[in-house]
């Protein structure tokens, strides 16, 4: 088993930035690919971002490419999100899941854990 606890969210500005952590506990070697998706009422789940397990490779969507950055930290078994210019339809429920597959997916089918999520508000 896998925990996920994200945290950072809140209110901001519209050209403002927030930084989203993700602190994993329990099997954390189980886990192969971490990434962020977001809801925002009314609609779907949706991904936003994925790095692998090395940090080496990552994937965005292509509305936040430039502005969001996925990180890690092995030695603390956290990732982030770095979202600068951030736009009001930025606004939603920020996840963080686990992957146990091998290849990065954009899929959250495919993913085995996540956490509670963190509220993000951009205001106009």
């Known amino acids: 088993q896998v925990q996920l606890v994200e945290s950072g969210g809140g209110l901001v500005q519209a050209g403002g930035s927030l930084t989203l952590s993700c602190a994993a506990s329990g099997r954390t070697f189980s886990y192969h690919r971490m990434g962020w998706f977001r809801r925002a009422p009314g609609k779907e789940r949706e991904f936003v971002a994925a790095?692998?397990?090395?940090?080496?490779?990552?994937s965005y969507t292509d509305s936040v490419r430039g502005r969001f950055t996925i990180s890690e930290d092995n030695a603390k078994n956290t990732i982030y999100l770095q979202m600068n210019s951030l736009k009001p339809e930025d606004t939603a429920i920020y996840y963080c899941?686990?992957?146990?597959?091998?290849?990065?997916?954009?899929?959250?089918?495919?993913?085995?854990?996540w956490g509670q999520g963190t509220q993000v508000t951009v205001s106009s």
């Open positions: 790095i692998n397990s090395n940090g080496d490779y990552t």
């Open positions: 899941a686990a992957s146990l597959r091998m290849s990065l997916t954009t899929q959250p089918t495919l993913y085995n854990y």
